[in-house]
């Protein structure tokens, strides 16, 4: 089984920044893609950004040149920069992995428990 474990969440600031981490561990054969999701009260989870294993990244307009997503492949661990923080942006943020079974070698979709990020202004 994988578990992904995120932390970093919090109380901040507007215009203030925050990271993010989120960790892969068990026993699988590889990480594909990774992202970050956030969920808003009353609103539907929307996508924030995601690497792909190459390291190619995407970004929703919303965090464009605010938020940076980075990972570290030895680690197993996705980040997610969050600079200039606005009220907007409080959610709970999720990980997300799309990992390599090691027992079917099938491609899985994968959550973190999620992080709570309030921005306060």
């Known amino acids: 089984q994988v578990q992904l474990v995120e932390s970093g969440g919090g109380l901040v600031q507007a215009g203030g920044s925050l990271m993010l981490s989120c960790a892969a561990s068990?026993?699988?054969?590889?990480?594909?893609?990774m992202g970050w999701y956030r969920q808003a009260p009353g609103k539907q989870r929307e996508l924030v950004a995601t690497?792909?294993?190459?390291?190619?990244?995407n970004y929703a307009d919303s965090v464009k040149g605010r938020f940076t997503i980075s990972r570290d492949n030895r680690k197993n661990t996705v980040y997610l920069q969050m600079n200039s923080l606005k009220p907007e942006d409080t959610a709970v943020y999720y990980c997300?992995?799309?990992?390599?079974?090691?027992?079917?070698?099938?491609?899985?979709?994968?959550w973190g428990q999620g992080t709570q990020v309030t921005v306060s202004s």
């Open positions: 997300n992995a799309n990992i390599r079974e090691a027992t079917t070698w099938r491609n899985i979709n994968d």
């Open positions: 690497i792909a294993s190459g390291g190619s990244t």
């Open positions: 068990g026993v699988f054969v590889s990480i594909n893609a």
